[in-house]
């Protein structure tokens, strides 16, 4: 979409600028780096965001006028939230191990 935007309308597909030509080559490079078969979809990481740089708060590039990140990529938790998160999961992992490991050790019993 970058490429059809910012280029002149010819056969060629010609860069309307030189800053344009920079970035269309950037990611002509970064895009060929990528794993056969793999696609660089829209994200907030993309190929475009790590050449032109992220957006802007309550910006997305190439979606227009008032599309915001949160209707793009849905709500993004904050870092304590995210810390949160992480918390959570890791005593869920650790209760689940717990779980399996005495399960483990009631069968073993069983067979010894």
Not at 8 to 34: F, G, H, I, R
Request: glycine share 6%; with cysteine; proline share 4%.
């Amino acid at each position: 979409m970058f490429i059809e935007c910012h280029s002149k309308k010819d056969e060629n597909m010609t860069p309307s600028t030189m800053e344009a030509a920079n970035y269309m080559a950037q990611m002509q490079e970064k895009s060929e780096k990528l794993p056969e078969g793999s696609q660089d979809l829209p994200a907030e990481n993309d190929i475009l965001s790590q050449v032109v740089g992220k957006d802007k708060y309550g910006r997305v590039r190439m979606y227009g006028l008032g599309v915001s990140q949160f209707d793009v990529w849905g709500q993004i938790p904050s870092r304590k939230q995210s810390h949160k998160i992480a918390m959570e999961w890791k005593e869920n992992c650790e209760q689940m191990e717990e779980r399996f490991n005495n399960r483990i050790n009631e069968l073993k019993s069983m067979f010894l």
